[in-house]
């Protein structure tokens, strides 16, 4: 059985920097997707990034550029989302996602995902 769960989250003070972590298991293949997602109250879940089980990245909000970044550890599949210089825009649910057997591809929705995380609480506050 497949299982996601992210780790990580906390308070923060704006401008200041959190790493999440996603620890998945229960599944073999050495080809898929991680897509880091993040849903803040009142608006629909975004789609922040995803990373390729190769190690690219494939960045779907622009906001984020330059300040995320994903890694990941494919032999422990552990999974990071390190992200810096945080904003109030940022606070939110932040959910791992696995897209087995399929590749990261622009523009995705939550559809294209398998398995989810229950999502790890990120604040940024002063």
């Known amino acids: 059985q497949v299982s996601v769960v992210e780790s990580g989250g906390g308070l923060v003070e704006p401008g200041g920097s959190l790493r999440l972590s996603c620890a998945a298991s229960g599944f073999s293949l050495n080809y898929f997707g991680v897509g880091w997602w993040r849903r803040a109250p009142g608006k629909e879940r975004e789609h922040v990034l995803c990373?390729?089980?190769?190690?690219?990245?494939?960045y779907q909000t622009d906001s984020v550029k330059g300040r995320f970044t994903a890694s990941g550890d494919t032999a422990k599949n552990v999974f990071y989302l390190q992200m810096n210089n945080l904003t109030a825009g940022d606070a939110a649910d932040y959910l791992c996602?696995?897209?087995?057997?399929?590749?990261?591809?622009?523009?995705?929705?939550?559809?294209?995902?398998?398995?989810w995380g229950q999502g790890t609480q990120v604040t940024v506050s002063s």
């Open positions: 990373l390729t089980s190769t190690g690219g990245t494939i």
């Open positions: 996602a696995l897209a087995i057997g399929r590749p990261c591809r622009p523009g995705t929705n939550e559809q294209y995902y398998d398995y």
